[in-house]
């Protein structure tokens, strides 16, 4: 059974950095693919972030490009999102997703691919929440 778990959220003044981590188990295979998503206040959920394990390829929304780091530590199942330079319009609740194969490349040549991208997604975490004040 897929098991997908984030922690790491709280509030944070602007500027100050965050870490969440996603605990992921179950996959019949080793590499599965994760995204970070969130959801704002009021707003849809879009993906921030998307890693194909194993050493595979990441990919930023652009409103995060540059501020947030994707990574995974293989041996503990544990994908990470390092969250530098907070903005309050990252407040948002924050979702870990997993997948045995996620997109496919063709998604990331399209224009805000992060819009879609949730749909390939099969497991979902409860999310965390991630609140940045000015």
């Known amino acids: 059974q897929v098991q997908v778990v984030e922690s790491g959220g709280g509030s944070v003044q602007a500027g100050g950095s965050l870490r969440l981590s996603c605990s992921v188990s179950?996959?019949?295979?080793?590499?599965?693919?994760v995204g970070w998503f969130r959801r704002p206040p009021g707003r849809e959920r879009e993906a921030v972030a998307i890693i194909h394990t194993g050493g595979g390829s990441t990919h930023y929304a652009d409103s995060v490009k540059g501020r947030f780091t994707i990574s995974e530590d293989n041996a503990n199942k544990t994908i990470y999102l390092q969250m530098n330079g907070l903005k309050p319009e990252d407040t948002a609740m924050y979702y870990c997703a997993a997948d045995s194969e996620g997109p496919g490349p063709a998604m990331f040549f399209g224009g805000a691919w992060w819009t879609e991208a949730q749909k390939t997604f099969s497991y979902w975490g409860q999310g965390t929440q991630v609140s940045v004040f000015d």
């Open positions: 179950g996959f019949t295979h080793n590499h599965p693919c």
